[in-house]
Every structure is written in C-alpha cells, then in structure tokens.
C-alpha cells in the first residue's frame, strides 16, 4: 500500500478535495480518499490530478524532431519538409527516436495515447511501452482505383497492432483534402461501430481552399508531386466539416483533430449534428505550422467535449499534454483550471474508450496520478513556470 497525501485533489468525479489523503495499492489502485490529513504525510504532494490522455500524436515521426522548418509557407510548406525529410533515416535511428518520446510522454505525466500510424514500425515501442496506446491506421487517398486496395491493406496493419496483447487500434481517415469519397464510403463501411475515428479537420487556410474549388498552394503541391486530383470532387462554398461530417458513421465516437479554422457558427452546427463530437486541440503545432490558433473560447462557451493532444516531433518540440495547456491558460484565461484538467484527462480517456481505467481519481480505478509543481493554490494559473511528475 502507498499513500499519498495532496493539498488540493482534482478527482474528476465531484469537487475538488482540499487536504487529500490517498491509499493506493503498490500497482496504483484507488482504495481510498479521505480528507483532513488523517494518514501520515507519508509523500507530501501539491496539486495531485489524473495522469494525461495525448489524444493525438504521430510517434512515427519522432526522428523529424528539430528538422522542420517552423511556418515556411503554412501547412503545405510543413507536408513538403516532412514528406522530403521523412523517408531519409534508417529504421535503427526512427525507433531509437520512438523509444525516446515514448520515455518523454511517461515523464511528462501521460498514461495513454491515441496514435496516428501509416505504418506498422512503432509496434514494437507500442508492445514495450509502459504507456497505453490506441492505433489510428490512417487512410489518405486521391485515386478511385486505388480505395479497396488500401483500405484492406490498413486492415492488415489493424490486426498487426490488434494481434499484440494490449494494443488497441482502428482505421481513419486522414482529412477532408487528402480523400475521396469513396475512401470515406469503404472506412465508414468496413469499421466496427466500438471503434473510435479521428480525422485532422480544417488545419490551414490551404485545406479549405484546394476543398473548395482545388485551387492554391496544396493544388499546387499534388501536381508538383504528380498526385492526380482528378477523382476529388470539390466542396464549392461548403466547409470541409459540414461536407465530411455525414460521411463518418453516426455510431462512432469521432474527434476532430486541430479545428483551427472552424468559426463558432460551425461548432453549433456541427454539435447539433453529433452532440458527443470531440474536438482535439494542439496549440503548439498549430503556431509552428500556421501561427494560428484555434477557437478555445467557442469550444468552451459551447461545452464542446475537448481534448488535447501534442501532434508529433515534426511540428512540436516536446510531447507535453502540460505545455499544450499552459499555452491554452495562456491565451485563453477564461477557461478554468478544472475544465482544462478535464480537457486533457478524462475527455482523452472518454474518446479512446478506456474511461473505465484512466481519467478519474475514484476507489478501483488506476488512473496514473500526476502532481502539479508551483500552483498558486488561490489562482490556479498553469503558469510558465508550474512542472509536473507522475507520482503513480
Ligand atoms: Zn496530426
């Protein structure tokens, strides 16, 4: 047994307890909360809350740290770098570099994962990690021709990940500029109503404009590259959400990842549609590719179901779910310590269906718990300043 006592616990399941005393097994168990320092001050702890869900990263592209050059001509800037950078590096330096962030997400507080893969290469890391990782297989693809052959062969990277104890994983789709219909048909087609979808969502001025009428800078790109478009049917006036959202199976649970450039009146929309959506933030890639950031202040007034997740090494220079939030306080200090603790806990837990096991402090459950360091107790601001360390 260990106990652990907090000035301030955030439990996710009622209000927060002042002067928290905690009994967990030696494997991190909830047994008990009790308050009023009762237990000895065994492991004196500040802000005690439950371990991080990163609900979006690319362990792939962990070797693409500090390679990338920040905002050079926006997202399609960013996909020439990492598609000329990406394919350069032996597989001994790519898992060494999967082995490192996963070691740094452990560090940093984070308990699971919902990981975007096109490859089965991060498997290994996955299988060895003490982390709990969900498998995004992500689809893409202009081609007609080409969508049942691809979807069967992410099928078989599905079972690759399904096949190995403890790891979970499901096919999605990438984004709303880089399919076509039918892709979008056979994935809603072939996935198992339990499964959750992710798919990156209206990332760059660039994504709205080639949806629209195939024009600009990604248009460009796809004839340089000699990627044929000429299956994409494009949107006219309407935005990539209101055209993808009917095409993803309503029984999903489904999260929109970035949301950079979705206006409020869409969110309401959009919410009214699917109520459950979960709408996935990632600041810091978004300033390092676009410079711009997302609509914080519709989500919450909204009580959209929020997640956080740090995107990859590409576009970021740490897997921190705690810095992506800092940069939320920051920017958008009307949302509350706890809502931004629910934000990047439970919601996570929620959306990649392990609620059951993490996100909450409560007797049975084994969240994972993280301290949070240099709080001002009457405040709490996620300053620059305030670190964290996983304490089970
Ligand atoms: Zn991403």
Redesign the pocket.
Known sequence: MKLLHASLLFTNDGPPVVNADLTLTDEGVIVEIGSGGANNKNDYRDVIIPAFINA?C?LELSHLKGLIRERENGMTGFIRQLLSQRFLFSDAVQQEAMQLADQSMLEEGIVAVGD?SNFTSSAGTKKNSRLYYHTFIELFGLENAKVEEMVLNGISMVNEFRGAPHLSSSLSPHAPYSMVQDLFKEISRVVHPIDPLTI?MQESEDEILFCKDKSGPLAEFFASAGISTTDFIPFGDVRPLRQILPLIPRANRLQL??NTYTAEEEIVAALKRRPKLSWCL?PS?NLFITGDLPPVEALFRNDAHVTI?T??LASNQKLSVLNELKLISKNFPMVPFATLVKWSTLNGAEFLGVANRFGKIKPGMNPGLVSLHGLNHDELVLHEQVTCKRVA
């Open positions: 979006h690319h975007i990156h990842v970035h990632c890639a997740g995107d990859s």
